[in-house]
């Protein structure tokens, strides 16, 4: 394989309907090339969680070795995925005492943040992300950065993602036993805002909403600062299966129905009209209605969005989003989602593409692939960290130390 001034990032996602591996490396002004890109549909995955294991398997391997023929070279590390409604949020305080309120030092800052980190979670859970929001002087808030002020008490407030540990086991087994070693794991909303948020879209606010075949993740930047993150366990699969369901058709025939015909709002000029079914190999065609078609993706639609729009009303986040949403995933190519979605939030919405990529854009500039190059982003921060210790020790306990 040919020698790289910059080292080569990959990225791998495991999801409910696509298995991906994207190459990239740095280049300046924060541009990302993105050398090879290995996809396929994905097998033994539901809900962002692994269900055959030997499917998922045969899925990484296959995205991983078209990976490698793309960008001609040899894949040893990859940063993984996480999504779903498995991980979940929380906002932790960690506060000191000052020391005759003199001035505040990095020290002192670190102190503060260590302890609001040690959180101690019940049950199967591991930290994947610990995120500083503001920073608390006395009774001074919303401060970005304390050092150097005087007080008597310094507090900070800490964002904690975190989740089950055992399904982190499984989808690094799947990983490792697909020939690769795990760099890091990172959450797939945070990954989407990577992608796709300027540093003005975080100064004045907004919000990601990732919607994918399985769940739907979600991050809110306000104050200069992440001010949540979620997911919830609704996505684009849900529409196909209510569509298979309500119109008594297979789940083939649903899922081109939503790509081809389907829109998040109804559109009563069409309601009568009719399409063609796909036929299958032993019968004959059938009809099904616009209206009945559009019906049923606006309600499952409306809903995903409401979801995530009473997570932001329950934090008091929307008056904060100056420059709106941005939709994400695959779903976000639906008709009329942006016109739903402005509806829902009473805010401007728009799809979110990934930014500064080159190469291989034109087949990765899409809003579907936001999380998987917002993953390569967050790996190329995190090359020279090294691994964090939950997972050196996760990977040493399922394969021994090397």
Same mark, same amino acid.
């Given at each position: ?127 994947? %992300? ?31 993602? %975190? ?240």
């Amino acid at each position: 394989m040919p020698l790289r001034e910059q080292p080569i990032v990959v990225a791998l996602e495991l999801g409910t309907t696509k298995t991906r591996a994207l190459v990239g490396e740095a280049r300046e002004d924060q541009h990302l090339m993105i050398l090879g890109l290995g996809e396929c549909a994905s097998r033994g995955v539901r809900k962002s969680e692994i269900i055959d294991f030997d499917a998922a398997l045969e899925s990484a391997r296959e995205a991983l070795a078209q990976a490698e023929a793309n960008a001609d070279v040899a894949i040893k590390q990859v940063c993984l995925l996480a999504s779903g409604a498995n991980i979940r949020s929380l906002v932790n305080r960690g506060s000191i005492p000052l020391v005759d309120a003199g001035e505040i030092t990095r020290d002192d800052i670190e102190h503060a943040m260590s302890i609001a980190r040690a959180v101690n979670l019940q049950g199967d859970y591991e930290i994947l %992300h610990s995120i500083c929001q503001h920073f608390e002087v006395d009774d001074q808030k919303g401060i970005v950065n304390p050092e150097g002020l005087e007080g008597s008490k310094l507090a900070v407030d800490m964002l904690i993602l %975190h989740a089950s540990r055992t399904w982190l086991r499984n989808l690094i087994k799947v990983a490792k036993s697909a020939g690769v070693d795990v760099q890091d794991v990172a959450a797939s909303g945070l990954c989407a805002a990577l992608a796709v948020l300027s540093q003005e879209d975080k100064t004045q606010g907004a919000a990601v909403i990732d919607i994918g075949g399985g769940s739907t993740n979600f991050v809110a930047y306000a104050g200069q600062a992440i001010a949540a993150a979620g997911a919830i366990a609704v996505g684009g699969d849900h529409v196909t299966n209510d569509l298979a369901r309500g119109l008594k058709i297979t789940l083939a025939q649903a899922e081109h129905l939503k790509e081809e015909y389907g829109s998040a709002i109804i559109d009563l000029t069409q309601r009568g009209q009719h399409v063609e079914l796909t036929r299958e190999s032993s019968g004959r065609g059938r009809y099904v209605r616009l209206g009945d078609l559009q019906t049923i993706t606006h309600a499952r639609m409306d809903e995903i969005l409401t979801l995530v729009r009473n997570e932001l009303e329950r934090r008091d986040l929307l008056p904060y989003l100056g420059r709106g949403i941005m939709l994400t995933g695959g779903c976000a190519y639906l008709k009329n989602i942006v016109e739903l979605a402005e509806k829902v939030f009473n805010l401007p919405c728009q799809l979110g593409r990934p930014k500064d990529i080159s190469g291989l854009a034109i087949a990765t500039e899409g809003p579907e692939y936001a999380t998987t190059i917002g993953l390569l982003r967050y790996a190329l921060r995190t090359a020279r960290q090294g691994r964090r210790g939950w997972l050196k020790s996760m990977i040493e306990n399922l394969w021994g130390t090397r």
